[in-house]
């Protein structure tokens, strides 16, 4: 299995504070993302990053911020937490070549009320 | 933009059946990748299978195996022998060859059960 560790693995939070979710890897892979899974959804890209402190807007970015100091670290930040962003985030890991298939983390169950 | 529609929200299967998981995709590419992945209910996401648009062969990895047609758009999973671990949400993947981030765009999933 791939290096990937979420946490926190679940949170719930009040509507209207911040909240960071961290991924950790160990493969130093150069490709990393985010995603947030809802029912009928499927898995939906919030932002990704392609290395240290390059990263990009997915489909889903409104309201999420991230971050990427380090090869192994990326942060997704929800500034002012919303209701609607309650919600189950993916971190992905990909390399830069071969396959091109993502490794998933374990996932966080993150509940805003 | 691409997207994947995976059309049966739900299927179930008799133990030892074989059941077909549909998938179909709009693309204007001719080069990519197609993905399965299965979601069982500890929620971690596990690649099942891979097929690349240029090989004409399905991809098969033990009791699963793809059918990829192409100009219909379409990449099925079977399950042959099908077992109860195979219970799970399965997801179809699609990424572009010319997509420099590495990006996947998912369907909505369908939920396999497998009846003993």
């Known amino acids: 299995d791939a290096g990937i560790t979420q946490s926190p693995r679940h949170k719930v939070t009040e509507t209207g504070t911040p909240v960071t979710l961290r991924c950790h890897q160990t493969?130093?892979?150069?490709?990393m993302y985010w995603y947030r899974q809802d029912p009928g959804h499927g898995l939906r890209l919030i932002h990704y990053?392609?290395?240290?402190?390059?990263?990009d807007k997915g489909e889903v970015s409104d309201g999420y911020s991230v971050s990427r100091s380090k090869t192994e670290d990326f942060l997704l930040t929800l500034e002012s937490a919303t209701s609607s962003q309650t919600s189950v985030y993916f971190c992905?890991?990909?390399?830069?070549?071969?396959?091109?298939?993502?490794?998933f983390g374990p996932g966080t169950r993150l509940t805003v009320t | 933009a691409q997207t994947v529609t995976q059309s049966q929200p739900e299927m179930s299967v008799q133990e030892a059946e074989t059941v077909t998981l549909s998938c179909t995709y709009d693309?204007?590419?001719?080069?990519?990748?197609l993905f399965w992945y299965k979601q069982p209910p500890s929620r971690q996401m596990i690649l099942v299978i891979r097929?690349?648009?240029?090989?004409?062969q399905n991809a098969t990895e033990n009791r699963f195996s793809v059918n990829f047609q192409k100009a219909a758009k379409s990449f099925s999973l079977k399950i042959s022998d099908s077992q109860l671990g195979d219970a799970a949400m399965y997801f179809c993947a699609y990424r572009s060859a010319n997509n420099a981030g590495n990006m996947l765009t998912f369907g909505g999933g369908t939920r396999l059960m497998v009846k003993p």
């Open positions: 990053s392609y290395g240290v402190k390059d990263t």
């Open positions: 992905a890991i990909s390399p830069i070549s071969g396959g091109y298939e993502q490794y």
């Open positions: 693309t204007s590419e001719s080069d990519y990748y």
């Open positions: 493969e130093n892979h150069r490709y």
């Open positions: 097929q690349e648009a240029y090989k004409q």
